[in-house]
C-alpha cells in the first residue's frame, strides 16, 4: 500500500510556477495494478519518481508499509560505461539478491545477445527499456513503478513482458504509466487520471479510461 499526504510537485516556469501535483491526497491499494494517466507532461513520471525517493516534492509525504521498485525505464538506473550484465550484478549487491539467478533471468527475458556484455551507452532506449524491465521483474518488489516500457519490441516480447508482468502481480502491487489504453486494460485493476496537478483515483477502470479520454478533448 502507497499513500499520497498533501503531496506537492511545482516547477518555475515563464508564467509562474506549474503544480504537477497540488496538495494530491490517494492511496494505491495492496495487490492491485493501477494504470496512472494524463497528458504528456502532467506529471506521471514525476510522480513516479517521487514515489520511489529519485525526487523530492515541495511538501507532503508518502507512506508505505513495503519495498518499492525503482522506476523501470527510468534512464538514470544504469551506469552507460559498464556493460548490461555488470550494471545487473551491481543492482543485485545493492538489493541483495542472488547475482547468478538476477544475470540468468535478465539475460533470458531482455534477448539482449552480446550486447548483454557492451556498454550500456551503446543501447538503443528500447534496448535499455527492456533491460530495465528485465532487472526489475527479476527482483520481488511490494510494489513495482512501470513507466512506458510494457509495449517496448516486437508482439512476441511485449506478450512475453505482459506474461511476466501478471505473474508478478500475483503478489504484488504496481503503478504504471503507458499512453496505451489497451495496455491499461490488459495490465490495470484501477485506474488514476493526473490533470492540472490533480489525482483522481477510480475503482472503475472503464471510469478512469473515460475521465481521462475527455481531458484529452478539451
Avoid at 556493460?83 to 533470458?108: C, H, K, M, P
Amino acid at each position: 500500500m502507497i499513500e499520497l499526504r498533501n503531496l506537492t510537485k511545482s516547477f518555475p516556469s515563464r508564467r509562474g510556477r506549474k503544480y504537477l501535483l497540488r496538495e494530491v491526497n490517494a492511496v494505491f491499494p495492496e495487490g492491485k495494478a493501477v494504470g496512472l494517466m494524463g497528458r504528456n507532461g502532467s506529471g506521471k513520471s514525476t510522480l513516479l519518481q517521487i514515489i520511489s525517493g529519485n525526487v523530492s516534492p515541495d511538501g507532503g509525504e508518502i507512506l508505505s508499509d513495503g519495498e518499492i521498485s525503482f522506476p523501470v525505464g527510468f534512464a538514470g538506473t544504469f551506469h552507460r560505461d559498464l556493460t548490461g550484465a555488470q550494471n545487473v550484478r551491481f543492482i543485485a549487491r545493492i538489493y541483495g539478491v542472488d547475482t547468478e539467478v538476477l544475470l540468468d533471468f535478465v539475460s533470458d527475458f531482455a534477448e539482449l545477445g552480446d550486447h548483454y556484455h557492451m556498454p550500456v551507452r551503446s543501447y538503443s532506449s528500447g534496448m535499455r527499456s527492456r533491460l530495465a524491465f528485465g532487472i526489475s521483474m527479476g527482483i520481488k518488489f511490494d510494489t513495482y513503478l512501470v513507466d512506458e516500457v510494457t509495449s517496448v519490441g516486437d508482439a512476441s516480447f511485449r506478450a512475453k513482458s505482459a506474461l511476466v508482468f501478471k505473474d508478478r502481480m500475483a503478489t504484488s502491487s504496481a503503478i504504471v504509466v503507458t499512453h496505451s489504453i489497451a495496455e491499461i486494460r490488459n495490465l490495470c485493476d484501477y485506474g488514476a487520471v493526473l490533470e492540472n496537478g490533480e489525482l483522481s483515483f477510480f475503482e472503475d477502470l472503464e471510469e478512469a479510461i473515460a475521465c481521462h479520454n475527455r481531458n484529452m478533448k478539451r
